[in-house]
């Protein structure tokens, strides 16, 4: 799983540990100093559970939680130490071979451990890609390239049966929910909603579980078969131009940008589909992700675009590509004269492909 630090809640189906307070020791080694900050995420948010200082590696945290709660060790720069199952027990850190080890805490501490086990082996294989890399590319050595990547994706492939078996094995405890949330706004409907199906309802019911829930509806809102949000922007000559206000047997969003090379790329072959598909029902409506206006209007006239063509000069945080879980571009989304989505992600041919089997060629 990626991030451990996305939607943080509170586990409050965790009972309540016999223990009165937590104590956290640390013992990193070395000449580490400086300010650490212990953070919890409640339901209202994260709640600061105290401060101290780490000298020569070594820190102390002492205080008190009400049931189960994630709790992170931070740097004063929020650089991330430890992530816990934070309760009133006691834990010790350590820095082990392959990184950061956490000592003690309670059952839920133990089952975050094994999901933190698989991710530290994918960070140190990674990072050893990454350096072999490199030398291949200084060498041009194809070949060596392409054995680095079948590795990593060995490793990879070997990553996800384990963690699938961690979460067969623990799909009714809150904490295979937590992680799976943790990581889910960088999945597809398609990924998440087989892990939501396989938990247990006790994880469900959760609040980690209610999380997947209402991330799974937002997903599926952009999906094939649903009707697409409507969206409106600006266009060159200062007019607005609405998704439903277009009028068409076939609609193509297109998310681009002048800075996107691949998109710029694709772009002679769009001006193709355009002039072959309009009269016979298609029209395609353009969504730049630029921030400068000149760069926009620049792009829109070199590459010949004569379609509807919006920006809200937002780049990613635009609502529109946000609404749309847009995470790269080119995205496009196929869409019928209803509005509902057709394909989505298809480019070149087989967009092509697409477009000639609806419109009849």
């Known amino acids: 799983m990626k991030s451990l630090f996305l939607f943080l809640l509170l586990l409050t189906s965790f009972s309540i540990s016999a223990q009165e307070e937590?104590?956290?020791?640390?013992?990193?080694?070395?000449?580490?100093?400086?300010?650490?900050?212990?953070?919890g995420a409640g339901q209202q948010g994260n709640v600061s559970l105290g401060e101290t200082m780490m000298e020569n590696g070594t820190f102390q945290f002492v205080g008190k939680v009400d049931g189960i709660m994630p709790a992170y060790i931070l740097t004063?720069?929020?650089?991330?130490?430890?992530?816990?199952?934070?309760?009133?027990?006691?834990?010790v850190i350590v820095a082990g071979e392959s990184g950061i080890?956490?000592?003690?805490?309670?059952?839920?501490?133990?089952?975050?451990?094994?999901?933190?086990?698989?991710?530290?082996?994918?960070?140190?294989?990674?990072?050893k890609m990454e350096q072999e890399m490199k030398a291949a590319y200084a060498s041009q050595n194809q070949m060596k390239l392409q054995v680095l990547q079948q590795q990593f994706s060995k490793v990879m492939e070997e990553a996800e049966k384990q963690q699938m078996a961690l979460f067969t094995a623990h799909k009714d405890s809150p904490v295979t929910a937590f992680v799976i949330a943790s990581g889910m706004g960088q999945l597809e409907y398609v990924t998440l909603k087989p892990l939501y199906d396989g938990l247990g309802e006790t994880a469900k019911n959760s609040p980690y579980g209610q999380a997947?829930?209402?991330?799974?509806?937002?997903?599926?809102?952009?999906?094939?078969?649903?009707?697409?949000?409507d969206?409106?922007?600006?266009?060159?000559?200062?007019?607005?131009?609405?998704?439903?206000?277009v009028t068409s047997e076939l609609k193509l969003v297109d998310f681009w940008a002048s800075w996107c090379g691949p998109c710029r790329a694709e772009m002679p072959s769009m001006v193709k589909l355009y002039k072959k598909y309009h009269e016979k029902g298609l029209e395609i409506?353009?969504?730049?992700?630029?921030?400068?206006?000149?760069d926009w209007l620049k792009a829109s006239q070199n590459d010949k675009i004569t379609w509807q063509n919006i920006s809200d000069l937002q780049g990613w945080r635009s609502p529109i590509a946000t609404r749309y879980l847009v995470r790269a571009i080119p995205q496009t989304f196929l869409l019928d004269g209803d509005n509902r989505i057709i394909a989505k992600g298809l480019r070149g041919k087989d967009l092509e492909k697409k477009i000639a089997e609806i419109l009849g060629e």
Not at 76 to 91: F, G, K
Not at 285 to 294: A, M
């Open 22 to 39: 937590f104590k956290i020791t640390g013992n990193l080694g070395g000449t580490l100093g400086g300010k650490l900050i212990l953070v």
């Open 76 to 91: 004063e720069r929020q650089q991330p130490i430890a992530t816990l199952m934070l309760e009133n027990v006691e834990y």
């Open 101 to 127: 080890e956490i000592r003690g805490g309670g059952a839920a501490q133990a089952i975050l451990s094994q999901y933190d086990a698989i991710n530290q082996i994918i960070l140190r294989e990674r990072m």
């Open 212 to 229: 997947i829930a209402r991330q799974l509806e937002v997903f599926k809102q952009v999906e094939v078969g649903s009707v697409a949000p």
């Open 231 to 245: 969206f409106q922007g600006a266009t060159p000559e200062g007019g607005t131009v609405s998704l439903y206000g």
């Open 285 to 294: 409506i353009g969504v730049s992700l630029d921030e400068k206006k000149e």
